[in-house]
């Protein structure tokens, strides 16, 4: 019997997780023949005892994480995945993916599952500035690592764009080609993203001494139907922006949309700038202008971190410092921003 054989490699030769294999080695009643059979050939392949393995699922982590988004249909979520899964797997991790639809309620009800599942830690990228589930695993030392998301706690673990900084680049870069009537979608106050991303548009509009017109701020959720509508009920208006910063760039898909539909030409009689760089915001045709989050590198220092603090609970190493990484956002001109 080879020692340093566990669980873990008998999951890996059968193919499956060890979810799979703690199932097979207790008969669990709807688990597929075939996937049985490749679990105990691969114990006795690897000269394991079906007790060895047993004790080493009890003992040792089940090498898997979970993943909870916001809304996996917005493609920075989807995008943000994709890296995710991919590099946890390259590190010999299983992702659980969970879609909250922005729900509180369905995050709470995830994180327990999760949990429940005995994942070894979790990744949440979409949650509201408040949530007092969050806060409790932060205070269990729990695994968990917030992306793109910041709660104010002492033992809060995060990776994010600086998000305030973004906002304020989004309306600097629409000033400097003129625009003074600056509308606004917004979104609702709840998330943390949308939350700083307020704070750091009306900071710039501060700054340049510029004021607002209620009439043109979106503050509804985030659903491309919602922005939809606004967007062709205020380019109906006889007073309307010159331009329009969008805090996320599918819904400024929404807005170039409507504007469509109302005969608006971008950027000539409209300007647009999302935020967020989705991969569809870089396509030739659309050339959305947005502030860029650097998604990929954002996505690896969240699953790099977690594994780190998954591995000193392991090691029973209690850290004082945790893990909060703010990055720079960018401003990438493309077609739909124009002079005024």
Do not use: W
């Not at 005995?118 to 969050?134: E, F, P, S, T």
């Not at 329009?244 to 647009?272: G, H, K, R, T, W």
């Amino acid at each position: 019997m080879k020692k340093s054989i566990n669980a873990y490699d008998v999951a890996k030769k059968a193919g499956v997780s060890q979810s799979t294999v703690s199932r097979v080695l207790n008969d669990y009643q709807f688990i597929k023949k075939e996937t049985k059979e490749k679990v105990l050939k691969a114990i006795e392949e690897l000269e394991f005892t079906r007790d060895e393995i047993a004790r080493s699922l009890a003992n040792r982590e089940t090498r898997t994480i979970g993943l909870i988004v916001g809304d996996i249909t917005n493609a920075f979520f989807s995008e943000s995945a994709k890296v995710i899964t991919r590099i946890a797997q390259e590190n010999d991790y299983n992702v659980i993916l969970c879609n909250t639809n922005h729900d509180e309620e369905s995050l709470v009800q995830y994180i327990d599952s999760l949990k429940g599942q005995r994942v070894d830690g979790i990744i949440i990228a979409g949650a509201d500035k408040d949530n007092k589930k969050i806060r409790e695993l932060f205070d269990q030392h729990f695994p968990v690592i917030l992306y793109n998301s910041i709660i104010e706690h002492d033992k809060a673990n995060y990776v994010a764009v600086n998000n305030y900084q973004g906002a304020r680049l989004a309306v600097e870069h629409l000033y400097e080609l003129g625009h003074r009537d600056i509308g606004y979608i917004a979104g609702p106050e709840k998330y943390v993203t949308t939350h700083l991303r307020n704070i750091g548009f009306e900071s710039a509009l501060t700054h340049y001494n510029l004021k607002l017109n209620p009439n043109f701020v979106y503050t509804d959720e985030f659903l491309y139907e919602k922005v939809y509508a606004f967007t062709k009920k205020l380019l109906r208006q006889p007073e309307r922006p010159s331009c329009l910063f969008v805090a996320s760039d599918q819904m400024a898909l929404a807005v170039l949309d409507a504007a469509s539909s109302e005969n608006i030409e971008i950027p000539s009689q409209l300007s647009v700038i999302g935020f967020d760089n989705i991969s569809l915001a870089g396509n030739s045709y659309i050339g959305l202008s947005t502030v860029a989050q650097p998604m990929k590198k954002m996505a690896r220092l969240a699953l790099e971190n977690l594994i780190v603090i998954m591995e000193r609970k392991s090691n029973k190493e209690v850290s004082t410092l945790p893990v909060q990484i703010v990055l720079d956002a960018e401003v990438f001109s493309r077609k739909t921003t124009g002079v005024r």
